[in-house]
Structure formats: C-alpha cells, structure tokens
C-alpha cells in the first residue's frame, strides 16, 4: 500500500527539517507518494493568500500531512497562526493534539535526580474548542473603554470525544493512568462538564485508573514529580502550555513530536515538529531533525504502521545517543548529517 502524503515545509527551518524527515520516511519502507504546498509567510506576502478553498480540499484528499514550521517575522501575529493552522484543525476536525513527553535515554533533562524511567506520558489536548475557538469580539478599540471579550466553548460532544479518546490510550499503555488536568475549582462551569463527563466515561473503563489535578499544581507536578503521569487530558489552552512544560523537562523543543489527529481518519491528520520555524538560524543548517523526524514515527503510527513506526523512533534514539543526546551545532553536526545518521541506523 502506498500512502498519499501532503508536505507543507513551511518558513524558516521548516524546509530543512522535512527534507530530512522524508529522507527518513522513505528509509523507512512504507511508500508514499509525496503532494508538496507552497503555504507559509512566502504565499501569503507574494499573494495575500493563506490557505485557499481549493487547496484546502486537495488536502482533504490524502492520508496524512507533515508540516515542518509556519512563521515569519514579516507576517503580522495571528495570520498565519489563526488562518492556516486553526483554520486546518477545525476543517479538517483535528480534534485531538497528540503530544509524547517521552525522557530518552542519554537525553539530559534540567530535572535533577530523574532519568527516562520517571518521564514517559502523552498529553491529549482538546483542538478545536476552549479559548482558541475565536468566540467573542472587541469593542471601541483603541481607546479608554476598549473591551476585549474570549469566550471559552465547550460542547459535551467535544468534550466526550477527547476524553473518551484519552481512556482509550491510556487503556493500551501498561500503567493504564489518566489523569484529567483543569481548574475545576475557578472555571466552575466548563470544569463542571468537564469533572462529570470523566466520572461517567470513568465507569466505562474500570481498569483506567483515574486522577485529577489543577492546572497549576500540574505544571508544578510535572517538574517535581513527572512519574505521577501516565496520559494526560486537558483543554485546548491549558494543553498548549503544559506540553512546553513537557518538552523542556524531555530535552526541549528539538526533540518535541506532535500530531493533530481525527482518529476515525475521516481526512488526514497533520503531524508536525513543535520548535517553530527559528528564522534566526534557517539555512544554516543548525536546526535540530529529530522533532520532525519523530513526528514521522506518530504519523506512520497513526497509519496503522506500527512497526515501521518502532523503527523509527528507536532509529532517532539512537542517533541521539551518539550526539549525545542532542543535535546540532553545539555538537557538531548538521541538520542534514543527523538526518543521514538516523536513515542509516533505519536501514541497519
């Protein structure tokens, strides 16, 4: 089976991170056909365009989408953010983000006495409702009595759905944990449906075992205690913070993965590194492969190619292994040698 994958390089490092993610996709075994889109900061200063209605149903057409970074200085704040990747995740109903916060071994983390063994977990994120729905509006802006108003949705349809996705991942890991993380005790009205639909789920998965914790004393868990975690589910803004928590306690940004994923894969699902485009280094081959490289291994996963998805995940740890951990200048290699390295210890 070959599989159809769309590739949006993206600004900045973008275009050098996919090239080595798809040396490594095609290291892999599993053939794909490649469709390439010029989005990003380029199309949008030559054209005024984002992300047009006939592109976005050519992108509707494939089996899965890697993105390697969107941004550009050049680019007012929100155009790009809201209009191509927002935009994507609510037409597409890429309703769970996927995030591993996996310590590898020889990786360092700035948490001193833990090691691989203590951070192991997957943070499922709610996509396409809470604050980044676009709900609300501004009034008399630009003067004294500017009133900005966010609305916060939450649907018991998109609440359900993540938090049965959540039980179901966290009944095929060994542990068998989920910890729902919110802030029940302020946010009294979307915690409320938040806090019941997981007690009436939790009935349904007797042998998930079921935590609770405030967004504020995870944030500070994560850092004292990772072990506590098994599989994390949250909302769409706490999600977005605490998965930059967990990737600075795994190594940091250039080893973070995520995916976007409609799991009844009625469309594609995008998968994408979560380190940003970093103008400041692009083309200097400095930038770190293995993000996108480990995205690849969520999204051959995601297509049912969970032993090639194994292969390449256990590739990129051993490529860090011999980088010692991290990649890039500081170690001497570039984005295209670590690429190299990882493509062979694949077909090795």
């Not at 003067?143 to 609305?151: D, F, H, N, R, S």
């Not at 098994?230 to 973070?256: E, H, Q, S």
Request: with cysteine; aromatic share 6%; proline share 5%.
């Amino acid at each position: 089976m070959s599989y159809k994958i769309g590739v949006i390089a993206g600004d900045g490092i973008g275009p050098e991170v996919v090239d080595e993610a798809l040396k490594v996709l095609d290291a892999s075994g599993v053939k794909s056909e490649h469709q390439f889109f010029e989005l990003g900061a380029e199309r949008y200063l030559e054209s005024g365009e984002v992300l047009p209605e006939s592109t976005l149903e050519d992108l509707r057409r494939l089996d899965a989408v890697l993105l390697g970074a969107v941004g550009d200085p050049r680019v007012p704040p929100g155009v790009l953010e809201r209009g191509l990747l927002l935009r994507l995740r609510f037409e597409l109903d890429l309703y769970v983000n996927l995030r591993p916060v996996k310590l590898h071994p020889g990786v360092p983390t700035p948490l001193a006495g833990k090691s691989s063994d203590d951070i192991d977990m997957i943070v499922v994120r709610e996509n396409t409702e809470g604050l980044y729905s676009g709900a609300g509006g501004v009034q008399a802006r630009g003067t004294l009595g500017e009133v900005a108003i966010q609305e916060s949705i939450n649907t018991r349809h998109g609440v359900e759905r993540i938090l049965r996705y959540a039980f179901e991942r966290a009944n095929a890991r060994p542990r068998k944990k989920l910890t729902m993380v919110h802030k029940t005790n302020v946010l009294t009205h979307a915690g409320d449906l938040w806090a019941r639909t997981f007690d009436e789920l939790g009935a349904l998965y007797p042998s998930v075992k079921r935590d609770y914790a405030h967004v504020d004393a995870a944030c500070l868990y994560f850092v004292t205690q990772p072990e506590r975690f098994d599989v994390v589910v949250t909302d769409n803004l706490f999600g977005d913070i605490l998965t930059d928590l967990g990737a600075a306690i795994a190594g940091g940004m250039g080893l973070a993965a995520s995916g976007n994923l409609n799991p009844a894969r009625m469309g594609p699902s995008i998968f994408e590194p979560v380190h940003g485009s970093a103008p400041d280094i692009a083309g200097r081959g400095w930038a770190n492969p293995i993000a996108c490289i480990l995205s690849v291994a969520l999204m051959l996963e995601h297509l049912g190619e969970a032993e090639a998805a194994t292969q390449v995940e256990q590739a990129a740890v051993a490529t860090l292994g011999k980088l010692g951990g991290t990649a890039g200048e500081a170690m001497g290699f570039t984005t295209q040698q670590v690429g190299d390295m990882v493509a062979e210890a694949l077909r090795s």
